[in-house]
């Protein structure tokens, strides 16, 4: 794996965690730009909920719904994309 994958890799990890916190429906928001600016943002489309604070209450009614969120926006899409980086990597033949 060579230094541009690993970059890439570390730079979406990085980027992709401020736009799934600003998916959430609570919460601060994101302080985006700071920090030269603290002003906290939210996405417009928030579906992802906030899990609880604590452990008695994430194993709950509430904590459950959590998981199916996230199941549903983040572990979903991320399983595809990687089925397809799968299926890409498989096509296209190495460079000897």
Known sequence: ???FTLWTYF????????LLD?????????????PLNNTRYFLPWTP???SPIGISRFFSHRGLMV????LLWIWLPS??????AFLI?????SPS
């Open 67 to 70: 998981i199916q969120s996230e």
């Open 1 to 3: 794996m060579g230094r």
């Open 48 to 50: 992802i909920r906030v």
């Open 11 to 18: 730079f979406l990890a990085t980027a992709s965690h401020g």
């Open 22 to 34: 600003a998916m959430t429906d609570g919460g601060l928001g994101i302080a985006f730009f700071s």
């Open 89 to 93: 990597r498989r096509r296209v033949p």
């Open 79 to 84: 399983a595809l994309l990687i089925f397809v």
